[in-house]
């Protein structure tokens, strides 16, 4: 085919797929494939076309074949020998592996997958492989993935990795929740509760431990510094079990440091004993590096799930998890092993990052056009809030989106997002991303967006606290879920009821209406942070000490239970 003719049939494919004639636009696409095979881009878009189409399986096929290709080609471009990769498991394997390490997950999972079926065989291989998939939101594969590996090297951190993708799949809270359980079931230990003989509350000082593989460092820091400076040391002890001192070796003196990376579970939860802990509070879940073996060992009368993880941990010994009210949901109890306790207005204090930027204006007024963002992880960005996002951008013409995360540096993961808008007609051209960055070049960046976009079910945390630290008003959905509500808490908190959306149609309204006038919109964007700064996530003294008269009272409950009976 002729340079030219080309040029027009792509095109004419491309004006044919905006228009909504799906099928015409795969004609011309498959006609384009057929005259360049070497080529990535006309596959993109005929996989967008077969959506649009409504041939679900063609497009899912016509998008397997444009990644793969160009994710061999992103992995010959860096230097790698493709047909060794064909022949040569291991070596493929080592090519995935630092293409992960680069960030390029989807060009990974193209690599990671040929590693297989070229004979390699590892427990890391398999779960780079399943977690390449992973971040790129191929949640059901991942899964299977990651089954494979549980089956394959049986241990309770290989199963564990294979819970989180649940949240991203149809039903996902059901089905983890039966997994946690699962879990649970197969690796923690059935062994007769040990006897404590912690004394009355009443009079002394309540000892609390938080377990977590670090606090001042990793994603809880924020959350968590607020609340271990605010701790009354007249009122409570706290000690921290870290897996190192090397990131908490600044706390203030009342707060100990006793660091269990060195100590399996059985030890470090005779440890905890042996410190007389009366609540011990995991930080982290079934995320990597947790130590939920210590809890299931009962290493303290009262055991809390808190922070990082707001789904049941699947054990029978951990006895509650901390809520927001706002995240109360029908049928929420019934996916908990633990029971839920709710925090009041918010789940946790948040503390902004002390060298942020001023508040800018709204940048439409200076660019002439509404920039919508997210910088959520691309996993949350479920299919249901690409169609939103979609009708949100057709909605407002000449509007941009900014997507920014670490794993969308990867040119393969760029192409096929911009096939999932195209599918929904929109001009992929108007999708824009950037990569990680950090400190005062990651806050600044924050200057960049008119309206925080929140994906569902799965919204964001971190994010949406920098977002509104930052000035940007958040858009969110009230969902059916308590995962699902989040971030309903943040805005109701900062006094902006009005950004909570009731249904996708709701939250596109609101988009639409919240972008109409850039000048109102710039006048929203002054109350943001004020309303942060004097709503509860502020008041950090004032949640600790509800968080302290919480674990007063369920260790007093426990006290009630006549779980007394002796020494450990």
């Given at each position: ?180 359980r699962a879990w649970a079931e197969r690796w923690t230990p059935e062994a007769e ?326 000048g109102a919109l710039d006048r929203l964007r002054s109350q943001v942070r004020p309303g942060l700064e004097r709503g509860p996530h ?31």
């Amino acid at each position: 085919m002729p340079l030219d003719e080309s040029g027009s049939v792509f095109a004419a494919g491309r004006q044919a797929l905006m228009d909504g004639d799906g099928a015409a636009a795969a004609k011309a696409f498959a006609q384009l494939i057929a005259a360049s095979p070497g080529q990535t881009e006309p596959r993109y878009w005929l996989a967008s076309a077969l959506a649009a189409a409504g041939h679900g399986d063609a497009a899912s096929a016509a998008l397997e074949e444009a990644r793969l290709l160009q994710g061999l080609l992103l992995a010959k471009s860096a230097g790698a020998d493709l047909a060794r990769i064909e022949a040569d498991g291991d070596y493929a394997a080592a090519i995935a592996s630092q293409l992960y390490a680069a960030h390029h997950v989807a060009a990974a999972s193209v690599i990671g997958g040929r590693a297989i079926l070229a004979g390699h065989q590892s427990a890391t291989g398999l779960l780079t492989y399943a977690l390449s998939l992973q971040h790129q939101g191929r949640a059901e594969e991942a899964i299977r993935v990651f089954r494979a590996a549980g089956e394959l090297y049986p241990s309770a951190s290989v199963e564990q990795f294979g819970l989180f993708p649940h949240f991203m799949v149809e039903n996902g809270l059901a089905r983890y929740a039966a997994a946690a359980r699962a879990w649970a079931e197969r690796w923690t230990p059935e062994a007769e509760d040990p006897v404590f003989a912690n004394p009355p509350g009443e009079g002394r000082r309540l000892r609390i431990g938080y377990v977590s593989p670090a606090f001042g460092a990793l994603q809880v820091r924020q959350f968590i510094t607020p609340v271990l400076e605010a701790h009354d040391p007249a009122a409570v002890a706290v000690t921290l079990y870290p897996a190192t001192d090397e990131h908490d070796k600044g706390w203030t003196a009342h707060i100990a440091v006793r660091p269990i990376g060195h100590l399996d579970d059985a030890a470090a939860a005779a440890a905890i004993r042996e410190d007389g802990i009366d609540v011990l509070v995991d930080c982290w879940g079934h995320s990597a590096g947790s130590r939920l073996g210590v809890f299931a060992r009962r290493a303290a009368p009262v055991q809390v799930a808190w922070i990082n993880f707001v789904q049941t941990t699947g054990l029978k010994r951990m006895d509650y998890v901390l809520h927001a009210d706002t995240m109360a949901a029908p049928g929420t109890a019934d996916l908990f092993t633990e029971t839920v306790v709710s925090m009041g207005e918010i789940i946790v204090p948040y503390r902004p990052h002390p060298n942020r930027p001023p508040v800018s204006p709204t940048p439409a007024l200076r660019q002439g056009h509404v920039t919508f963002g997210s910088f959520n992880h691309p996993a949350k960005l479920s299919d249901a809030t690409v169609n939103a996002w979609s009708r949100i951008l057709k909605g407002r013409p000449g509007s941009r989106l900014l997507l920014k995360y670490r794993y969308f540096v990867d040119p393969v993961l760029q192409s096929v997002t911009r096939a999932r808008f195209a599918a929904e007609r929109v001009d992929p051209g108007r999708i824009e991303f950037q990569g990680q960055s950090e400190g005062v070049e990651y806050l600044a960046s924050y200057a960049q967006v008119d309206l925080f976009l929140d994906p569902s079910p799965c919204p964001g945390g971190t994010t949406t606290g920098d977002a509104l630290a930052a000035g940007v008003p958040v858009l969110t959905l009230a969902g059916d879920s308590f995962y699902s509500r989040i971030g309903i808490q943040a805005l109701e908190g900062a006094g902006l009821p009005e950004l909570v959306a009731q249904g996708w149609d709701d939250y596109v309204a609101k988009a639409h209406a919240l972008t109409d006038d850039v000048g109102a919109l710039d006048r929203l964007r002054s109350q943001v942070r004020p309303g942060l700064e004097r709503g509860p996530h502020a008041d950090e003294a004032g949640f600790t000490r509800r968080l302290e008269a919480t674990f007063r009272d369920l260790f007093e409950r426990w006290r009630s239970a006549g779980a007394i009976r002796g020494a450990a």
